[in-house]
């Protein structure tokens, strides 16, 4: 019954920003990690950015130091700030949750695995 809702995707000129935002459908008790995939056409799909309970954070090579990942726990939503968007950087970016939904599901470590339904960025001139 739970589910991820994507949206901030678009078309934007080389250098410009956007930034992502992925929410669960419903309250869930607890996000063990979130994470923004991408794939482009011709390409494998690539982990770019993931954010852990503790708060700790990864980034692909190739993004490290223009995007940027972060959380509301409040709002169970995870955001990609992407800035300095190069044409490289089009791609689908999907969002990838590990969510326990129940405290008793979180107490024994249980968990779900969702996915987004994806959302197109464009980056061209």
């Known amino acids: 019954q739970v589910q991820l809702v994507e949206s901030g995707g678009g078309l934007v000129q080389p250098g410009g920003s956007l930034r992502l935002s992925c929410a669960a459908s419903r309250s869930i008790f607890s996000i063990k990690a979130m994470d923004w995939y991408r794939q482009a056409p011709g390409k494998q799909r690539e982990l770019v950015a993931g954010i852990r309970s503790t708060g700790s954070t990864n980034y692909a090579d190739s993004v490290k130091g223009r995007f940027t990942i972060s959380r509301d726990n409040a709002k169970n939503t995870v955001y990609l700030q992407m800035n300095s968007l190069r044409p490289e950087d089009t791609a689908v970016y999907s969002c990838?949750?590990?969510?326990?939904?129940?405290?008793?599901?979180?107490?024994?470590?249980?968990?779900?695995?969702?996915w987004g339904q994806g959302t197109l960025v464009t980056v061209s001139s």
């Open positions: 990838h949750a590990k969510v326990s939904p129940t405290y008793a599901d979180y107490a024994l470590d249980r968990y779900l695995e969702l």
